[in-house]
């Protein structure tokens, strides 16, 4: 469990991922307003994606081009949302929630859109689904302002993925690795 910040600390943002333009385009204008609003409290990591970086308003941003997979959780522990935007589509419909559970292994709360996610994610218990950019500035600046709310999520997600994501809880896995 990460330690509880100071209240005054900044809130940090996450996104990293690599060609995802087309999936973040209809939440950028909410995540600018957002940024404009909170503009001394809010840091953005940015891993991958230097497109959205760039498109980030603000100083307070730091990016990170390729990480090696242990210092992209690094990146990803110092955070405490992370942003995991995905248009519905057939392609997309075929991902994995990794990123969900690498979140939840860092304390890192969620704010997510529903194609691959609202399978995992249990909206407003082990994070946040938004369906539309409406949605998604709500509650993405509920959770800028909420920081009890943030870590109650994170721990929740954290609990969630320990108790019933674990691979050595799948009886296929136990048979194969005995």
């Excluded at 909170?38 to 991958?48: E, G, M, Q, S, W």
């Excluded at 690094?74 to 935007?85: G, R, T, V």
């Excluded at 248009?87 to 990794?98: A, Q, V, Y």
Aim: charged share 25%; net charge positive; glycine share 4%.
């Amino acid at each position: 469990t990460k330690p509880q910040p100071a209240s005054d600390a900044p809130v940090t943002l996450f996104f990293g991922a690599l060609n995802r333009q087309e999936e973040y385009q209809p939440i950028l204008p909410a995540l600018h307003r957002i940024i404009d609003a909170h503009r001394d409290r809010l840091r953005i990591i940015v891993v991958h994606d230097q497109q959205f970086f760039d498109a980030m308003p603000t100083t307070h941003k730091q990016f990170s081009k390729w990480a090696p997979y242990d210092q992209y959780l690094k990146l990803l522990e110092q955070s405490d949302i992370a942003l995991l935007p995905l248009l519905p589509g057939r392609f997309n419909s075929m991902k994995s929630d990794i990123k969900f559970l690498e979140c939840s292994s860092r304390g890192v709360a969620v704010l997510a859109s529903p194609t691959v996610y609202a399978q995992s994610v249990r909206d407003g218990e082990t994070g946040l689904i938004y369906h539309d950019d409406r949605e998604f500035e709500d509650k993405l600046t509920q959770l800028v302002r909420d920081g009890s709310l943030r870590r109650r999520l994170a721990k929740n997600a954290h609990q969630y993925v320990a108790q019933q994501r674990m691979l050595s809880q799948d009886r296929k896995s136990t048979r194969l690795n005995s």
